[in-house]
Every structure is written in structure tokens, then in C-alpha cells.
């Protein structure tokens, strides 16, 4: 009987759609196709003379079978998430999917043996409760592999071995180390009204006439925007009241922030007026900033103050952030353990280079 799929790719890595569903014919085709040129399909002809794809085996893990059609599901899904990003899809990242599917599939199958072993299982209650406190989208491949580190983590407790949770002395210093994290930079929502510069012989003319703009925006009750409207530069400036384009929010108006350096290397402001954004207070009409483009005039209509939160807000989301990451590193050098006393080969009874096989390296907490 062939057993229950077995999809737990790395975490984090992609989020598939639920009803992703696939046709014996969409799979027979790309597994050949990607798999066989790869020399990764085992070719077993039924006897109406189509493979019987899903049920092939492709792996066998201590004796145990990973299916043919397991591995294309994931390389699948794999695919399917990063066409969704609009990311193109070479030939050696198809191969590379292909190697990430077997190694994930094998390192659960690895888990779920030992947890057998040792009379150990997750309920789905559990399995919910997992997802819910790390916020993961509740997804078949989610589950799959919440349900493998509740099981890994059940193993280390009954193998005696150290508890992955963070002390409170590692809380305090990842929040020390990664306060930027944890905090909201000053935002703006700001406008501006630019003179162009024609030409050095001209200097003194546009000079002028950006005084005089700004000794209408200054009068009493004169609305920037209004004046801004009258006087912009070009057509949008016009329209929108010298509306500030950010990048991030790909619209005028937001909030957005002026040290950032998304703004800074958008090349669509001279750093003059970047500048001149970052020191500039809320409800404010600047000085005259003089730039290589022009002459400006800046205006903050709106702020919000940088927030840094306490710890207190954030323990949580630290304590989950270590764990995952120590859970990781620690299944990581448990994996590597286990494999050296397992027993893994191809369908033919070859073995697999360990190389394929172990775990990649955990990459450092940022």
C-alpha cells in the first residue's frame, strides 16, 4: 500500500495555493521530461504501456519507499510558487527543485521513523495550535511540516536532549542586537515645488521666481497644494500638488520615510532634497534647496514619530524567532547524525551521495 504523501519542504520557502491539484498527465509529462533528463525517473511500464508514475519508487529510506509522485508534487508546488513571484524558471533550478524536493521528503520520512520508534504522534488540535502562535497560513504543506517539527521536537524530549526554547538572557540580547527590527522609522507624507534649471545664464532668473513662489506659499492662509498646483513643473506635479512618489508604496501621498534608502537610491529626487526631508518638521515650508536639477521648495504636511518598541511588545515574536531558528540548527546536526546510520539509496538499492542528502546550512538570524 503506498503510503501517506510525505510534503514538508524548508520552511518559510513558498506558500502554495490549496486547490493546486495535478493530473496524472501533467506529471507523467514533466516527470519525464524533467526527472528523466536528469536521470532521476525510474522507468516502470504498466501494462497498458504508461508508467504508473505515482506509484514508482523513487527513494527507499531504511526500506521504506518515497514515491515517484511525491517528489514531482513538491518540485510542482516549488514551481508553481515561484512562476506566482514572477521569477523565471531555468533548467538547472528545475534540477535544483528536484534535489530540494528529495532532500525534504527524505528528512521527514527520517523524522516521523524515529518518532514511530519511540511511540510518538502529533494530533491535529496540536498541529493547529502550531501554526496559530508562528502565524504560518494553514496549508497542506504547512501542515505537513508543522507536524514534522512538533514530532522532532517530541523525539528530542524523549531522547533526553537539550529543550530548544530561548533562556531569557538570548531574548535580551537578540532584542539589544536587533532593536532596528522592532522599531518604525519616522514617516512623512510631503510635497514640493521644483524650478527647473534651464541653464547657468538663467540661474538668477529661476532663483527669482522660486522666492516669489514662496512668499505666496507663506502667506497667511495660503495652502501649499493649491500654490504647488498653480506653479508645478511638470503635469503630475501639477495634478497631484507636488505629490512625493515613494517607491515601497508605488503611489503619491503615502507616508513614507525620508532616511530610507530606498528613497535615497530611487535616483527620482536629487539627495538635496532628501536631505533637506530629514531634518525638515511637520507643517513646515523649508528654505530654498538648491540642486544640480533645480530649485525646490519642501513641505511636510504630515508626520509620524519614530516607535521603537519595548521588549515587552516583541518577546513573543523573539521567542519564536530563536526557537525556530535553534529547532532548525538543532534537527540540522540531528539529521546529519541520523543519516550516517541510515541506509538511503535509490530505487535500485544505489546509494545517494551524502552530499545530497544532509541538511543545507542554517543561515544566521538577521
Not at 88 to 108: C, K
Not at 262 to 281: C, D, H, V, W
Request: charged letters at 25%; proline letters at 7%; aromatic letters at 8%.
Amino acid at each position: 500500500m503506498k503510503p501517506e504523501s510525505r510534503l514538508s519542504p524548508t520552511p518559510g520557502n513558498f506558500k502554495s495555493p490549496r486547490d493546486l491539484k495535478i493530473s496524472r498527465l501533467r506529471a507523467c509529462f514533466l516527470a519525464a521530461l524533467i526527472l528523466g533528463f536528469c536521470g532521476l525517473l525510474p522507468l516502470n511500464p504498466a501494462n497498458s504501456g504508461e508508467w504508473e508514475l505515482s506509484e514508482a519508487v523513487h527513494t527507499l529510506v531504511n526500506g521504506e519507499p518515497i514515491f515517484t509522485g511525491e517528489i514531482v508534487e513538491l518540485r510542482l508546488l516549488m514551481e508553481q510558487a515561484y512562476a506566482n513571484a514572477g521569477q523565471e524558471i531555468t533548467l538547472e533550478l528545475l534540477q535544483q527543485f528536484d534535489l530540494n524536493a528529495r532532500r525534504a521528503l527524505i528528512h521527514s520520512l527520517l523524522i516521523r521513523q524515529e518518532a514511530r520508534k519511540n511511540s510518538i504522534s502529533v494530533s491535529e488540535e496540536e498541529i493547529n495550535d502550531y501554526l496559530k502562535t508562528y502565524n504560518i497560513e494553514d496549508t497542506e504543506l504547512n501542515r505537513r511540516q508543522a507536524e514534522d517539527n512538533l514530532l522532532f521536537d517530541a523525539v528530542l524530549r524523549a531522547e533526553m536532549m537539550p529543550t530548544v526554547e530561548p533562556t531569557p538572557r538570548e531574548m535580551t540580547e537578540y532584542y539589544k542586537k536587533h532593536k532596528e527590527k522592532y522599531s518604525i522609522p519616522r514617516l512623512i507624507q510631503a510635497r514640493h515645488i521644483t524650478v527647473p534649471k534651464a541653464s547657468p545664464e538663467t540661474r538668477a532668473r529661476e532663483l527669482r521666481m522660486i522666492q516669489r513662489i514662496k512668499e505666496e506659499a507663506m502667506l497667511p492662509g495660503a495652502d501649499f497644494v493649491e500654490v504647488a498646483m498653480k506653479h508645478g513643473a511638470t503635469t503630475s506635479d501639477r495634478e497631484t500638488g507636488g505629490g512625493i512618489f515613494f517607491p515601497e508604496t508605488k503611489g503619491l501621498g503615502f507616508y513614507f520615510p525620508p532616511a530610507s534608502e530606498q528613497l535615497q537610491n530611487s535616483g527620482l529626487y536629487p539627495p538635496e532634497m532628501i536631505r533637506a526631508f530629514i531634518t525638515l518638521k511637520a507643517h513646515t515650508i523649508s528654505d530654498i534647496v538648491e540642486s544640480p536639477r533645480g530649485f525646490h521648495l519642501l513641505y511636510i504636511e504630515n508626520e509620524r514619530p519614530e516607535k521603537i518598541y519595548a521588549f515587552q511588545e516583541v518577546q513573543i515574536d523573539i521567542f519564536n524567532s530563536i526557537t525556530y531558528r535553534k529547532r532548525e540548527v538543532r534537527k540540522r546536526e540531528w539529521l546529519i547524525g541520523i543519516i550516517n546510520r541510515s541506509h538511503i539509496t535509490w530505487h535500485n538499492g544505489d546509494e545517494i551521495p551524502v552530499a545530497e542528502i544532509v541538511p543545507l546550512p542554517i543561515p544566521e538570524m538577521r
